[in-house]
């Protein structure tokens, strides 16, 4: 006989952060699945005991070797919508403002690419980065 199944979903959060420098935002080539090979903006999984914002500044560092003098969330959304992730998952969108450090390649990114929305539309970039992209240009102009 089979377990019944939860009445409480797995819920997994992530973040993801918008750096940009003029018209181009930088995105990283995803190493791991899902969509393993396409653009995005940097991000991943916030850890236990972490906080939305301090798993944002580490990931940031992680896969760019960048920081980032201040974060401000843009929006919190569900990806489970896009059937990826096989569970709920609630991905907080941050901007990251004023970066420094040497830019570098780290753990599940593949490559660091500044890319404008025009760019993007000749390469695989993930729907919600382009999106935020879009939206961005549009609220910073």
Known sequence: MSQPASLHPVIAHGVSLICRRENRFLLVRRGKEPLKGSLAFPGGSVERGEQAEQAARRELLEETGLHCASLRLVETI????????????????????DLSGKEQAGDDAV??????VEDMLHHTVTASTLAFARRILQEET
């Open 78 to 97: 569900d990806l489970s919508k896009e059937g990826l992730y096989g569970k709920v998952y609630n991905l907080s969108i941050f901007r990251a403002f």
């Open 111 to 116: 490559s660091l690419h500044w890319l404008s």
